[in-house]
């Protein structure tokens, strides 16, 4: 009783003396660095005005939808590509070539087929190449449609299926000395794939480093080079989530090369930096018929004009290769930036788009996230749809509200859980008329 007490104490001093050492680090760490502190506080949010989508320069109005077609939404989505992503690249797709490497016709205990297709992105170069796995319903009548999420960590990590092809190569964010086997499963957690093909969708998955590493702005690896046809000292240069964005274009290429799937019914998702890139995919390539936005925060869904959480400055201080070098220069003047996220969101409209938040995410700003939501709803309504749907304020938590688009903030942190897809396949149904 007594030792057990003593430990317990023991226990609890070095846990003290473990928060007191990294609070004096983070101090340490924040006294060397010139970018503030995080906000978190709802009272220190400053003053701000949103660009309207639907004023043009000049000051007058947007007030068709042709007009927004033809005059806000070109220079709008212009915009997003010199001051914060660049150009979402062409590349030579005469050079893009996909080859089944594997087929599973009883994967998920007999419900499910999965295919691999490897997607050569400069074939006959063997690299840089990227494997897509797919999981198609067995019962399915007619071709169905499906959702495109890229992982973080291999395709591998996604399930427990010891026949799951691991990548291949050391990326940044891997160890090199690792196995695949090491990690298989390890972010099973965040893909609800039974529930998934219950419903009636396939799924398919990518390693976001295999279309290219995640690595700071020399632009030189994966699909970088093969951007030929842009000048990396202009404005417009794209970034590397462009590149990924770009691979996920040639992931639905790929998709419609696929009988079972309707690749006219494709959502493109994402988690965090991947749903910054799947806002931006979503944005740019067309044939995408919604998009889910899981946690993007800062440079995704959330404001930037609200600093709150992490901001435009951090971003850019933690990520340089993510944006271009002009969204550099507007860490200490966001109100400088002639967009702002809510105009990302309203480039998707008319089509469907659900933005998720997480309560104990606050470094992604789950109140920035929705009023990107809400802010983007007159473009919506000015396309004919319900926008949306009249929501005014943030829902209390694990509520999903809203119409074309649609926001929740499920409870707990940074992630992407049962929760979050059967909102997501509910959101689905609704897209689909399912
Ligand atoms: C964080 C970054 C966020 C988000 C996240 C992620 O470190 O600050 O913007 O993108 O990474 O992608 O996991």
Redesign the pocket.
Known sequence: MLRSHFSRLKSVTSYLAAILASSCLACALYAADPIAPPNYDEEKVPQFTLPDPLVAPDGSKIETPEQWREIARPRILELFKTEMFGQFPEADLSKVKFEEISTKPDALNGKATRKEIRIYFNYPEKTPKADLMILIPNNAKKPVPAFLMPNFQGNHTTTDDPTVTAVDAPFRTRNANEKPDDVRGVAKSRWAFDKIIDRGYAVATVYYEEIEPDKSAEFKYGVHPLFTNFDITKDDYPAVISAWAWGLSRALDCLQTVPEIDATKVVVAGH???G?TALWCGANDERFAAVISNNS???GAALSRREFG?RVDR?NA??PHWFTKKFHTYGSRVNDLPIDEHELIALIAPRPVYVASASEDL??DPKGEFLSCFYADPVYKLLGTDGFGGVVAPPEVNTSVGATIRYHKRTGK?DVTDFDWEKYLDFADFVFGR
């Open positions: 965090s930096r991947l910054k925060g800062c440079g992490e971003i933690s990520f470094w992604a940074h």
